[in-house]
Nanobody, 123 residues
Framework: QVQLVESGGGLVQAGGSLRLSCAASGLLFSRYDMGWFRQAPGKEREFVATISWNGGSTYYSDSVQGRFTISRDNAKNTMYLQMSSLKPEDTAVYYC????????????????WGQGTQVTVSS
């Protein structure tokens, strides 16, 4: 059974930093492109960042470009999202997802999803 488990969320002040982790099991992790999405109450789930199977290609939404960094460690079956200069508008549940050959910037392109971790940025 495939499991993606996010951790590292919490409450931080604007301007602060958080590092999210996504631990994967039950799949050949290095075969999958990975991504982070987020969803605020009453809003659609939106793309945040993605990284290719070998870490060679990354892409970010305009809203996080320059502030967030996505990375992965295939030996540990883990993906990360380093978030800096956080803003109140970053507040959302953050989801880890795995894609086998899908479009990397849309929800429909992913095969597996974690349960999410809450990130709250206070002003």
């Amino acid at each position: 059974q495939v499991q993606l488990v996010e951790s590292g969320g919490g409450l931080v002040q604007a301007g602060g930093s958080l590092r999210l982790s996504c631990a994967a099991s039950g799949l050949l992790f290095s075969r999958y492109d990975m991504g982070w999405f987020r969803q605020a109450p009453g809003k659609e789930r939106e793309f945040v960042a993605t990284i290719s199977w070998n870490g060679g290609s990354t892409y970010y939404s305009d809203s996080v470009q320059g502030r967030f960094t996505i990375s992965r460690d295939n030996a540990k079956n883990t993906m990360y999202l380093q978030m800096s200069s956080l803003k109140p508008e970053d507040t959302a549940v953050y989801y880890c997802a795995a894609s086998f050959g899908g479009r990397r910037t849309v929800v429909a392109g992913y095969n597996y999803w974690g349960q999410g971790t809450q990130v709250t940025v206070s002003s």
